[in-house]
Structures are given as structure tokens and as C-alpha cells.
Nanobody, 127 residues
């Protein structure tokens, strides 16, 4: 299983970014896999952002992401996405895609909560 994020960068407050996660080692169409985006700001703990089930497409969001972020997947391409709009400086973090859970009640998660992680892509929101 391999997860590779891309699409991060520097963006001004109020701007948008779309993160992508290229997935190999398992196929969306052959199973209903739990996938999430998780972020970690400097000096802070891992924070769950959004999750989705690969086949059903059921989506879940942290309060901080509701109304601004949209998680999606492409079954044919085996890709996971996070469209982020109205970005704020507090969204600055390393963003990871992870497999293992789609709906998370707690705000803070641990590395062990997800068996598989990507290497992360940095998002910096600053003027």
C-alpha cells in the first residue's frame, strides 16, 4: 500500500488549493476502504480533517473543515482529493492522506489510528 500526496503550496488567505493523493496497492472498486485527510500544524498534534468511504462515497468532516473543504475520490483513477477554499492562516499544516478510518469523532488522532499514511504535503496560508 502506498499513498503519495501532492498539491500543497503557499496560498494567500481566502485562496484555494486542491490536494491529491495517488493510491496504489489496493483498488477503490474492490472494497469499501476508509480514507481520510489528516493535518499537523507545527508544534501541534495530528488533527483529522475529513474522511470518505471509497466505494459508497459517504463523506465526513471535522467542524473546522465543514463548508470550506470537500473530500472526494475518483474510482477510475484510484485518487483521493481535498478541495480547500476560503483558506485561513490556521489551516497551515502538513496534510496527510491516510487509510483506516473515515469517520472520526475526536479532533486529535494518533499515528496508530491509521495503518497507512502518505509522506505529506505542506500547505502554508500566508500573505
Amino acid at each position: 500500500v502506498q499513498l503519495v500526496e501532492s498539491g500543497g503550496g503557499l496560498v494567500q488567505p481566502g485562496g484555494s488549493l486542491r490536494l491529491s493523493c495517488t493510491i496504489s496497492g489496493f483498488t477503490f472498486e474492490r472494497g469499501n476502504w476508509a480514507l481520510s485527510w489528516v493535518r499537523q500544524a507545527p508544534g501541534k498534534e495530528l488533527e483529522w480533517v475529513a474522511g470518505i468511504w471509497s466505494r459508497s462515497g459517504d463523506k465526513y468532516y471535522a467542524d473546522s473543515a465543514k463548508g470550506r473543504f470537500v473530500i472526494s475520490r475518483d474510482l477510475a483513477k484510484n485518487m483521493l482529493y481535498l478541495q480547500m477554499t476560503s483558506l485561513k492562516p490556521e489551516d497551515t499544516a502538513m496534510y496527510y492522506c491516510a487509510r483506516g478510518r473515515a469517520q472520526v469523532q475526536e479532533k486529535v488522532v494518533k499515528k496508530d489510528d491509521f495503518p497507512y499514511w502518505g509522506q505529506g504535503t505542506q500547505v502554508t496560508v500566508s500573505s
